[in-house]
Nanobody, 122 residues
Framework: QVQLVESGGGLVQAGESLRLSCAAS?????????MGWYRQAPGKQRELVAT???????TYAYSVKGRFTISRDNANNTVYLQMTSLKPEDTAVYYC???????????????WGQGTQVTISS
């Protein structure tokens, strides 16, 4: 029972910055271990952008390293993606992701946001 709400998408010019936010509404029986961002451009597979664990371990796609920064507020189950030096090839629908499981253990589940459009003009 996890719902993700994204915000912050829009249209900006190349070289500019944008910040995405995603807030997870989660029942208190669940631990949200991983949150992150994926993106999908027309005609392409959905790809990892960045993830962050509850212990602050991060991963980034090679294409965004040095330009994007992911962060997380564990207390509020909110994840952010600060995007700088944006390029036209960053244009995609960006999806928030959460991996979670019951606090007592068991199966891991996934939840996805509905996506927010990011468009970078040249």
């Amino acid at each position: 029972q996890v719902q993700l709400v994204e915000s912050g998408g829009g249209l900006v010019q190349a070289g500019e910055s944008l910040r995405l936010s995603c807030a997870a509404s989660v029942g208190n029986i669940f631990s949200v271990n991983v949150m992150g961002w994926y993106r999908q451009a027309p005609g392409k597979q959905r790809e990892l952008v960045a993830t962050v664990t509850s212990s602050s371990s991060t991963t980034y796609a090679y294409s965004v390293k040095g330009r994007f920064t992911i962060s997380r507020d564990n207390a509020n189950n909110t994840v952010y993606l600060q995007m700088t030096s944006l390029k036209p090839e960053d244009t995609a629908v960006y999806y928030c992701y959460a991996g979670f499981r019951p606090k007592w253990g068991g199966d891991t589940f996934s939840s996805w946001g509905q996506g927010t459009q990011v468009t970078i003009s040249s």
